[in-house]
């Protein structure tokens, strides 16, 4: 995706932010490029997405379905709305299936640029459950990195990492992904090849790792 295509989907989102400023949250990839553009220290780590996903109320949800067409998945648990050719993955209080409550993710969200995005904790758990699901496809990897990336931003941005909320929603599968994605390839892809910067993104994950491996956990840098 180029810089222009990208710039359309941003004023999507901010649109769509505005239509429902209370109830919308946005997660997954698009939240981890606001996170990381948010700080001079992890700009450059900032990636385009091709889509959005969000969580929306229920009562933000039923606005919605009066207003767009969307398209359901029950499956997964889940609408889509395509607006302006970008396609949205939006999930609703107390009918999606994501692993973090829409009311906790509410809750602890922050704002970039007037839009809600949840807190690096939630999104690093929802991270790694997307990870488990698909860690040896194409999009696995891009979580993998995405993880790293919400790393760097706890130590760049000086808020660390609360483990306390991230555990209630980790099992011990998810604990034992963390060192595959440690010791894997994705901080030297992240980094680009520089052995150095890999070495910082490996240390900032350790202490998130850390963090959630001990119940009482927490990081500040």
């Known amino acids: 995706m180029d810089r222009s295509d990208f710039e359309a989907l941003m004023q999507c989102c901010a649109e769509l932010a505005a239509r429902y400023p209370e109830g919308l949250v946005f997660i997954g990839g698009i939240a981890v490029y606001l996170h990381a553009r948010n700080h001079e220290a ?7 997405t091709h889509d959005a996903d969000a969580y929306l ?3 933000d949800m039923g606005d919605l379905r009066d207003e767009e067409t969307l398209t359901a998945n029950r499956r997964l648990s889940k609408h889509q709305l395509v607006m302006r050719g970008f396609e949205f993955d939006l999930y609703t209080e107390r009918q999606s299936s994501l692993i973090v409550p829409y009311d906790a993710v509410l809750a602890h969200a922050d704002r970039i640029d007037a839009m809600r ?4 904790e939630h999104l690093f758990v929802l991270k790694l459950e997307a990870y488990r699901d698909r860690k040896d496809s194409s999009k696995g990897a891009k979580d993998a990195k995405d993880l790293l990336r919400i790393a760097a931003v706890a130590q760049a941005s ?5 483990g306390a909320l991230a555990t ?5 599968d998810h604990l034992a992904l963390l060192e595959r994605v440690e010791r894997g390839p994705a901080p030297v892809a992240l980094a680009q090849g520089n052995a150095v910067a890999a070495k910082r993104l490996r240390q900032s ?3 998130i790792r850390q963090a ?3 119940p009482s956990g927490s990081w500040r840098p």
């Open 42 to 48: 992890t700009a450059a780590l900032a990636e385009f």
């Open 57 to 59: 109320s229920l009562a």
């Open 117 to 120: 995005v949840a807190c690096l």
């Open 158 to 162: 000086g808020a660390g990492f609360d």
């Open 168 to 172: 209630p929603y980790l099992s011990d």
């Open 205 to 207: 994950f350790d202490r």
């Open 212 to 214: 959630v491996c001990d």
